[in-house]
């Protein structure tokens, strides 16, 4: 008979014991009802059309669903205008990250991106073996600061991670700032454009992915359909890049990494009609952060300029305070310690909620 062993002789790696913690967005409680603007969720539940898919769907999940998900793969490549050679899926794009990352980086490898920015990026980066290089936003814009990205690339940098609008704080990259950057960037590092609130940028000045995508063979697009297109609870990501790329990704993927049920719903969300439909919700989510944000410059708030669905408060060490204020009084919001604080856009009622909390913090 084996000995027991006891837990801790069994080590784990060193990176993984040093990882961060990504912490979700706070979720209400069953006895203090709250409004959850802790997580960029689209507030509108799914169209009747994606409920009954996934009604459907549910009778078959004795089934595995396609290993490679090829009917949704060319779902998805008729929708952005590429090749299906051209695009891979995985379960979030969270997890189409840590598959990139592993099929292009070994370990030593540098990996640049800008802080504060997603916080998947530096356990995905740890994870992978590659090592971690940050590069600050500028001061008080939170904006990324490009020029001071492409500096930081050495003939170490295997890949760098560009967020736009960037998550937490909202701002997108503007097409001049971004073409100077990639030209700048050996054509042997892979630039990530990370585009996950892309339906939600309304910048005149914001580059469009493709067209970047179909110029530079060295720049990959990461996107899902967990925001404009409300399936966060499904998880449904994809990228869209070269073909020897996406099937160097692909060959790390989980195997069935999405499901059957998550293939369904994508797959009708991509239909014209349910197209049409989300289209409404988006405008009326971007008219809905107008709003919040013409409220809160009125209250006295400077604030990034945000093309996500999302606002951002840099509060610094009052970050974690404010955020309990906010919970007292019922909305949840999301506090990145010592940083500040994002709110994500909801329905009106909620955001009416927290522009009254936020009228507080100016008092205070």
Known sequence: ???PV???SVPLRPAVSALPAYVP???AGSSAPAWKLSSNENPYAPLPSVQAAITRAAAEVNRYPDIYADELVGALAAHSGVAAENVVV?????ALLSHVLNAVV???DEIVFP???????PIAAAVSGGSVVTVPLEDGTGRLDLPAMAAAVTPRTRVVLVCTPNNPTGPAVHAGELETFLAEVPKNVLVVLDEAYLEFVRDPEAPVGLDVFRRHSNVLLLRTLSKAHGLAGLRIGYAIGEPRLVAGIRSVSTPFGVSLVAQAAALTTLEPEAQGQLTEHVEALVGER???VESLRGQGWVLPETHANFVWFDLGEATMERAAEAKDAGVLVRPFAGHGIRVSIGDPEANDAFLAVAAGWRQR
């Open 1 to 3: 008979m084996l000995t």
């Open 6 to 8: 006891d837990e801790a």
């Open 25 to 27: 967005g706070a979720r």
């Open 90 to 94: 995985g379960n979030g794009s969270v």
């Open 106 to 108: 070994d370990h030593g």
């Open 115 to 121: 802080w504060r920015s997603f916080e998947a990026y």
């Open 290 to 292: 107008a709003r919040v």
